[in-house]
């Protein structure tokens, strides 16, 4: 949905006719002022029913990767067969975006115009299963450094470097950090979403966040 500054909303796209959305999760514009967006790949009431803490693993996923048409609202399947679709951004220049998937805790990458999924890093400290809990990476942004800062659920902040490393973590009050955005007029600091505290998080960093493409494909 797309909502004004006078709060009235509507619905851009809600999917394909053969890809219905099934919970749509994270979204960024990219160079061609297109919508790139994860769905997590299962339906809402799946997540409900599923056996906590741990069920959710045993859930069918078919994670998806869209690119939407905000105009048009018309959108197309790029990738599917995810655990957990979730964070994506775009890095320096364009050239490649990444995706999250949460349960793996691994972070895909994409030559744009190619689409074609390889492994860029993990950023998990463990094995997903010895959490005891839903562990695995959330929302992330670029910095104008090009490393990659990635909110990872029951962990950390987990950095990585432009191969793909672990360049350093962030440890924070809480363990459930759920998403993070770069101040947007270029100060070298983020707002962390932290929900075992429920907090607002400000978070000093080296650089400031890597401008964002908008839906005209300009730079914020």
């Known amino acids: 949905m797309v909502v004004d500054m006078e709060g009235i909303s509507k619905t851009v796209s809600t999917g394909s006719a053969d890809a219905p959305f099934l ?14 967006m994860t769905d997590s790949g299962a339906l809402l009431e799946d997540f409900r029913k599923a056996e906590k803490p741990m069920g959710i693993y045993d859930l069918p996923f078919d994670g998806r990767l869209y690119v939407i ?8 399947v790029l ?29 895909f990458r994409y030559r744009y115009g190619e689409w074609k999924r390889e492994s860029f890093g993990n950023v998990l400290m463990n094995a997903p299963l010895s959490y005891g809990r ?5 929302g992330m942004a670029f910095d104008t450094n090009g490393l990659l800062y990635v909110t990872v659920i029951a962990q950390d902040i987990t950095v990585l ?6 360049a350093f973590r962030i440890n924070l009050p809480g363990d459930n950090p759920t998403n993070l955005a ?27 966040g890597l401008p964002l493409y908008t839906e005209i494909g300009r730079m914020i």
């Open 23 to 36: 919970l749509p999760n994270d979204l960024c514009f990219g160079p061609d002022g297109m919508i790139y």
């Open 182 to 208: 770069f101040d947007v007029n270029g100060a070298n600091q983020m707002l962390v979403t932290e929900a075992a505290n429920n907090e607002l998080l400000v978070v000093e960093t080296s650089h400031p």
């Open 134 to 138: 839903v562990a695995g990476p959330d």
């Open 161 to 166: 470097a432009q191969d793909g490393t672990v």
């Open 69 to 76: 048409d905000p105009a048009t609202g018309e959108s197309k």
């Open 79 to 107: 990738d599917r067969g995810f655990r957990l679709t979730n964070g994506i951004a775009f890095g320096m220049g364009g050239e490649y975006l990444y995706v999250a998937e949460t349960l793996t805790g691994e972070i």
